[in-house]
């Protein structure tokens, strides 16, 4: 199996496909159950809530673009964080 990554201090246009035995068991857990620190959590979970919050108020009903960090997005919405 092969999945495509995108390298720090790179485009999009420089990701490149890679077999999994090309990439380390700690990336590929990090990836597959992360494990934000509580702080981060906290930080990021704030930042969602007033996001949301304030598209809400502003009664708009154009599509809502949220900035979300992947391992955040993948524990909070693809059931990653349970255990």
Aim: with cysteine; proline share 6%.
């Amino acid at each position: 199996m092969s999945s495509l990554y995108n390298w720090k201090g790179y485009g999009p246009y420089d990701a490149t496909w890679e077999p999994e035995e090309n990439i380390t068991d700690e990336c590929i857990r990090m990836f597959s159950l992360p494990k934000p620190s509580l702080d981060v959590l906290v930080e990021e979970t704030a930042k969602l809530r007033v996001a949301v919050e304030q598209h809400l108020k502003s009664k708009s009903r154009l599509p809502m673009t949220l900035f979300l960090r992947g391992d955040i997005y993948r524990y909070l919405f693809q059931g990653k964080g349970i255990h």
